[in-house]
T-cell receptor
Framework: QKEVEQNSGPLSVPEGAIASLNCTYS??????FFWYRQYSGKSPELIMS????GDKEDGRFTAQLNKASQYVSLLIRDSQPSDSATYLC???????????FGKGTMLLVSP | DVKVTQSSRYLVKRTGEKVFLECVQD?????MFWYRQDPGLGLRLIYF???????EKGDIPEGYSVSREKKERFSLILESASTNQTSMYLC???FGAGRNIQYFGAGTRLSVL
């Protein structure tokens, strides 16, 4: 079973700080990597996708991928209380178009 | 705009009942997925479909079946509901080729009493 590992948290940061979320994966053949945000009682929503080594920035969010080390991270700059949610890391499987999800890291941003 | 619609937000059923969860997408996606999400266990794939009338087992298919008669609709069936199937059920869809981004419906919280 290919796995995706995340710290469950909670990760607590003050408003305005940088939040750093990490994810490691076991399948070296994975090519697509995603970060989803999930508010309590809601469904996951995509916030970032990354396919190549390096950094990808979108507003306050930066995804970082290192395939050699098999890790992907998400940085959230200028964290806001509205960023408080569980962040799910997802990695594609070789089989069809399925994804393996990590169990998520809960982020708490305090005012 | 991307739209995946699940027929019910909340359902309460009795043990032994046959339960149907419906999912419809309007994005002409080839792939559709059913997950369940439980505290501490994360998102687990039950079944998926990559084409009309095609289905593949995911990681936890026991106790479930699926139906995909039309491209836009994917149904999850609990043949005889049990209390351990109480969970949040999430439907998702994606294009068949390319970068595999999955879009989720709002979810159905099912309670089996």
């Amino acid at each position: 079973q290919k796995e995706v590992e995340q710290n469950s948290g909670p990760l607590s940061v003050p408003e305005g700080a940088i939040a750093s979320l990490n994810c490691t994966y076991s399948d070296r053949g994975s090519q697509s990597f995603f970060w989803y945000r999930q508010y309590s009682g809601k469904s996951p929503e995509l916030i970032m996708s990354i396919y190549s080594n390096g950094d990808k920035e979108d507003g306050r969010f930066t995804a970082q991928l290192n395939k050699a080390s098999q890790y992907v991270s998400l940085l959230i700059r200028d964290s806001q209380p509205s960023d408080s949610a569980t962040y799910l890391c997802a990695v594609n499987r070789q089989r069809y178009s399925t994804l393996t999800f990590g169990k998520g890291t809960m982020l708490l941003v305090s005012p | 705009d991307v739209k995946v619609t699940q027929s019910s937000r909340y359902l309460v059923k009795r043990t032994g009942e046959k339960v149907f969860l419906e999912c419809v997408q309007d994005m002409d996606h080839e792939n559709m997925f059913w997950y369940r999400q439980d505290p501490g266990l994360g998102l687990r794939l039950i079944y998926f479909s990559y084409d009309v009338k095609m289905k593949e087992k995911g990681d936890i298919p026991e106790g479930y079946s699926v139906s995909r008669e039309k491209k836009e609709r994917f149904s999850l069936i609990l043949e005889s509901a049990s209390t351990n199937q109480t969970s949040m059920y999430l439907c998702a869809s994606s294009f068949g080729a390319g970068r595999n981004i999955q879009y989720f419906g709002a979810g159905t919280r099912l309670s089996v009493l």
